[in-house]
């Protein structure tokens, strides 16, 4: 699926054989942000409503996709 919000594009990809959500935003300054929150957020309500999924948000690191960081602890270091 594709979105599109203040002149941004987020493409929201689910791979079923992984069992993950992939989710990529492009396009410049905090809109880009804003269009990360609306996603996470709506997948949030949804997997709240699923109940032991046990899902967690982890973004890869540039140099390898296999390895993550988890995003909580992202803004946490963000912050810092």
Known sequence: MILHFEGHEALVKGDLQEQRVHIAVKGPGAGARRLLAIVRSDLERIHADIKNLGAHAVV????????????????TLERV
């Open 60 to 75: 890869p690191l540039a140099n390898n996709s296999r390895a993550g960081i988890a995003y909580e602890e992202l803004l």
